[in-house]
């Protein structure tokens, strides 16, 4: 299994861009990299995912480098919504291999 | 919208009572899980269902079981409740064969075990 490494929390101010990182030194060939946001009394919802390079949609950006051995998800101009635990998931090849990190929780203020 | 809704926001069991948490998903999805979550653990799977009446198990997998009679439907029971099996609960469910493909998730249950 790919086990990965989350920073344990950070803190921010509204406007600044945040970056957190996921260690998965192990990593499989066929994993991919999924992020999920968590608020408070809520179940986690996916950001974005990839496979190798940087991916970018409407809420994030993921840089992948080329040995794949971590992540860094890149949250631009973060806002207090965005005050949330985010969740690193690398799996691939059968359910039984999705793991989940331990989550880094991000804290901003204003 | 994907909707995945679980039967109880907040439970309170005691030792030893068989406990049942039930999640419902309303977009026909192949697969169902399973998760505990715990401070500093992160998501634990504990079982995950690929199709009607299939159950394999996941990481954590001691103490529970599971029953997926409807597609729509995902069961977690604990035979005997314990206070370890104190924790939040969240279900989910996905589309498709592909593991990698996006997880919606429930609000959870908040089961305590006294």
């Known amino acids: 299994l790919a086990k990965t490494t989350q920073p344990i929390s950070m803190d921010s101010y509204e406007g600044q861009e945040v970056n957190i990182t996921c260690s998965h030194n192990?990593?499989?060939?066929?994993?991919?990299i999924t992020w999920y946001q968590q608020f408070p009394s809520q179940g986690p919802r996916f950001i974005i995912q990839?496979?190798?390079t940087k991916v970018t949609n409407e809420v994030a950006s993921l840089f992948i480098p080329a040995d794949r051995k971590s992540s860094t998800l890149s949250l631009p101009r973060v806002s207090l919504s965005d005050t949330a635990v985010y969740y690193c998931?690398?799996?691939?090849?059968?359910?039984?291999?999705?793991?989940f990190g331990t989550g880094t929780r991000l804290l901003v203020s204003p | 919208d994907v909707k995945v809704t679980q039967s109880s926001r907040y439970l309170v069991k005691r030792t030893g009572e068989k406990v049942f948490l039930e999640c419902v998903q309303d977009?026909?999805?192949?697969?169902m899980f399973w998760y505990r979550q715990d401070p500093g653990l992160g998501l634990r799977l504990i079982y995950f269902?690929?199709?009607?009446?299939?159950?394999e198990k996941g990481d954590i997998p001691e103490g529970y079981s599971v029953s997926r009679e409807k597609k729509e439907r995902f069961s977690l029971i604990l035979e005997s409740a314990s206070t370890n099996q104190t924790s939040m609960y969240l279900c989910?469910?996905?589309?498709?064969?592909?593991?990698?493909?996006?997880?919606?998730f429930g609000p959870g249950t908040r089961l305590t075990v006294l």
């Open positions: 989910a469910s996905s589309f498709g064969r592909a593991e990698n493909n996006e997880q919606f």
């Open positions: 977009m026909d999805h192949e697969n």
């Open positions: 990839g496979y190798k």
């Open positions: 269902s690929y199709d009607v009446k299939m159950k």
């Open positions: 192990n990593i499989a060939t066929n994993d991919y």
């Open positions: 998931l690398v799996g691939g090849g059968g359910f039984q291999k999705l793991v």
